[in-house]
């Protein structure tokens, strides 16, 4: 049993083409269709969310791995080149 497009089923009510029992029929199944799309899409979003997540997690230990590298390098004591007069 396929569903008609609802603009069509309100349609048909308000002319008296199909009856009132036709056209909660036709509601439900539109009614229906909308929790089976409203379900995908949650699925869908949490599938994206959990995505997005992982690469936060490895974004940010990239982040931390560079922050950590560039407070040793800052720690240590500026080096001269060969024959270059020291600063102070």
Do not use: W
């Not at 199909?18 to 869908?44: C, F, S, W």
């Not at 990239?62 to 720690?75: G, H, I, N, P, Y």
């Amino acid at each position: 049993m396929s569903t008609y497009d609802h603009k069509q089923v309100l349609s048909d009510y308000a002319n008296g083409k199909i009856t009132p029992e036709m056209a909660v029929g036709h509601a439900l199944q539109h009614i229906d269709k909308l929790y089976d799309a409203i379900k995908t899409n949650r699925q869908e979003c949490q599938s994206n969310n959990h995505t997005l997540d992982k690469r936060v997690t490895v974004l940010q230990t990239a982040v931390d791995r560079l922050t950590t590298f560039m407070e040793k390098v800052r720690r240590q004591p500026k080096r001269n080149a060969p024959g270059a007069p020291p600063t102070a």
